[in-house]
């Protein structure tokens, strides 16, 4: 794993509530769930799922529990990539060093493929810095960190101008600005960023989501 990739990572709960902003941002502006491409997820344990699935293939995992934090991608054109080897096999060391606690956190996940991995980073509660698998690693070839983590926007502008492409069609930068500044969102801030969404439904989405929202009069 390059060490620039772990550098820039964002600390577990900056990256948590980015992960939730964004799923937020993709509800209202989408309201077919298979085609987002951020999405967070608390469950019905302690721990919570941040995704990031592009439809092209390419799929990463956030998982946030009690042990700490791992995040588990595959960037299906990657040479890291299982399909790429002799022999259908994960990458040796990818996986290395990993606490089991958090390993078992993957491994408990519906639908997920544990050997479709081509980077895996994990901060372990009560560390202060992201790991990754300490096996061969040669230089030249790209594991897909950098493009799968490239997808939690840091900035509202970063977002936006990736969603002008995706959804094709314009975005409210003001509103998208209020969203990341953990604005409680409302009928009118959903109307500004979709005007033809149905603003109820994704309200509804919205709170099971758990990000602040409010009622026009409140």
Not at 80 to 98: C, K, L, N, Q, T
Not at 143 to 164: I, K, M, Q, S, V
Not at 170 to 175: G, R
């Given at each position: 794993m390059k060490s620039n990739v772990i550098d820039k990572l964002a600390a577990p709960e900056t990256l948590r509530r980015r992960l939730m902003i964004l799923a937020a941002i993709d509800i209202i502006m989408c309201p077919n769930d298979w085609l987002r491409v951020h999405h967070f997820h608390s469950g019905d344990g302690v721990s919570e799922l941040g995704t990031i699935d592009n439809g092209a293939g390419d799929l990463m995992y956030v998982v946030f529990a009690n042990e700490g934090v791992i995040i588990k991608g595959f960037d299906h054109e990657s040479p890291?990539?299982?399909?790429?080897?002799?022999?259908?096999?994960?990458?040796?060391?990818?996986?290395?060093?990993?606490p089991q606690a958090l390993l078992n956190e993957l491994a408990q996940l519906?639908?997920?493929?544990?050997?479709?991995?081509?980077?895996?980073?994990?901060?372990?509660?009560?560390?202060?810095?992201?790991?990754?698998?300490?096996?061969?690693?040669?230089?030249?070839?790209?594991?897909?960190?950098?493009?799968?983590?490239?997808?939690?926007?840091?900035?509202?502008?970063?977002?936006?101008?990736?969603?002008?492409?995706?959804?094709?069609?314009?975005?409210?930068?003001?509103?998208?600005?209020?969203?990341?500044?953990?604005?409680?969102?409302?009928?009118?801030?959903?109307?500004?960023?979709a005007p033809e969404r149905e603003t109820a439904e994704a309200i509804e989405e919205l709170i099971e989501l758990g990000v602040k929202t409010q009622a026009e009069d409140e």
């Open positions: 890291f990539s299982p399909h790429a080897r002799d022999e259908y096999e994960v990458w040796p060391g990818i996986y290395e060093g990993a519906e639908n997920l493929e544990y050997e479709e991995v081509t980077f895996c980073l994990w901060q372990a509660a009560g560390d202060n810095q992201w790991r990754s698998g300490t096996g061969e690693h040669p230089n030249e070839m790209d594991d897909g960190a950098d493009f799968l983590l490239g997808y939690l926007y840091e900035t509202p502008e970063d977002y936006a101008e990736w969603a002008r492409s995706y959804f094709e069609q314009d975005i409210d930068m003001e509103a998208v600005r209020e969203i990341y500044s953990g604005a409680a969102i409302t009928a009118a801030l959903i109307h500004r960023l």
